[in-house]
């Protein structure tokens, strides 16, 4: 899975979900730079969303007897330091219900623009539908 995003500048900003890094081209493509996910494990996914801002959907580790499990989705800086909490997502807990190897399909959405940001997100638990839209600065 791959989130990219073109900078005010031109370059472009590649999420690389599966090695966990996030790279920088110019706009004929050479590479400029890589920047690794932060090495906690805590974010599955970074989406770029601007210049120096990003969308980190982090999984919060619930207990057995837990309802659900949460990720949440933190509007992160250029450093990929956390900058505030968005939106939460809540999936159902399968085995609270006896069931194992049950998948679920998250719905979850990111879009921005110059100065704004757009979240729409089903959370699982309650299959409840919400959006967001906030200003990136």
Request: proline share 4%; with cysteine.
């Amino acid at each position: 899975m791959i989130g990219a995003c073109l900078t005010s500048s031109g370059q472009l900003i590649v999420s690389d979900h599966t090695n966990l890094k996030l790279i920088w081209f110019t706009d004929e493509g050479k590479l400029i730079k890589e920047l690794r996910y932060p090495p906690d494990g805590r974010y599955e996914i970074i989406y770029p969303v601007g210049d120096d801002r990003f969308v980190g959907y982090a999984r919060m580790w619930a207990e057995p007897k837990s309802g659900s499990f949460e990720y949440t989705f933190y509007l992160l800086d250029g450093t990929l330091k956390e900058l505030k909490k968005l939106d939460v997502y809540r999936d159902p807990n399968p085995a609270k219900k006896g069931e194992r190897g049950v998948n679920y399909n998250e719905f979850f959405v990111v879009k921005s623009s110059a100065n704004r940001l757009f979240i729409g997100n089903e959370d699982g638990a309650t299959r409840s539908s919400s959006s967001t839209m906030m200003e990136l600065r």
